[in-house]
């Protein structure tokens, strides 16, 4: 089982996230802006990091960077809830800049844990969602 | 009409299209992380061993709606994406010369437009559409 961040200003994306994160038995932390998502992540170090890309204080942009350059092997996936453009072209930019995966909202239960089973290296299943563009 | 009207008609119009579609991008957005959580939830209340056949046919109605309201959603992305820029380098100088006619109409007959192009002037990075909006 994995130890997973979740970062998004949504509280019930992050507390649905946690549903369904800590009934596979994964364990969960949550931050509702990249700041106080890299200081759970300096004390703690995830095995996934899952991040919106647009939020308050820092965004998941800088959330990738610091994560990357502190620790290359860590995995980060972005979520991005699409709707204006510059969100959509933020997508390439996230993967450019180090982002292991990218998931595009709205998504399903399904869907999101073949993201994190491909992350962890795990068997994902054959009908997962996940795009890893 | 004067064409002066016609103009100002256009611009009016231009404008109403460009509020719509960033209301629909914000709109489409905000669904979209309503919508993940709308169906994440439908995905864990299915999962429940002791649900009546009445309760599980309730959620799946609530899940079909949200992947209508999903198609929905994508629609109005659709819709704003128009406004995906696309940036090109572009000779300022260039660009407003071909906007002249349109300035001298929207100026007026008693009013005459003259434009000098600054020769030394670089180029610019731009989305060409946006450029003329502004101008």
Not at chain 2, 68 to 91: E, G, K, N
Not at chain 2, 101 to 127: F, M, N, S, W, Y
Request: aromatic share 2%.
């Amino acid at each position: 089982m994995a130890h997973i961040l979740i970062i998004d200003d949504e509280p019930l994306m992050r507390t649905m996230l946690r549903d369904i994160f800590e009934r596979q038995g994964h364990s969960v932390q949550e931050a509702p802006d990249g700041r106080a998502g890299l200081a759970l992540w300096r004390q703690n170090p995830a095995d996934v990091v899952l991040t919106d890309i647009f939020m308050p204080e820092k965004d998941g942009i800088e959330v990738i960077l610091e994560i990357k350059r502190s620790r290359p092997e860590a995995k980060v996936a972005v979520m991005t809830g699409g709707g204006q453009a510059r969100q959509l072209e933020m997508v390439p930019a996230a993967m450019i800049l180090g982002a292991d995966r990218a998931i595009q909202k709205p998504f399903d239960r399904k869907a999101i844990l073949a993201l994190i089973g491909n992350l962890l290296g795990e068997r994902a299943s054959p009908d997962g969602c996940a795009t890893s563009t | 009409m004067t064409q002066q009207q016609v103009s100002d008609e256009e611009l009016r119009r231009s404008q109403k299209m460009e509020a719509v579609e960033q209301l629909a991008g914000g709109g489409a957005h905000d669904f979209n992380n309503l919508l993940t959580i709308i169906a994440g939830y439908c995905d864990l209340l299915a999962e429940g061993p002791s649900l009546t056949q009445d309760q599980r046919q309730s959620i799946e109605q609530i899940s079909q709606a949200g992947q209508r309201a999903a198609s929905l959603t994508t629609q109005l992305l659709a819709f704003s994406c128009r406004q995906i820029l696309h940036p090109m380098v572009l000779d300022l100088n260039r660009l407003v010369a071909t906007i002249e006619p349109t300035l001298q109409t929207q100026a007026g007959e008693h009013i005459a437009v003259t434009i000098v192009p600054d020769q030394a002037l670089g180029r610019v990075k731009a989305d060409p559409p946006s450029s003329n909006r502004s101008s």
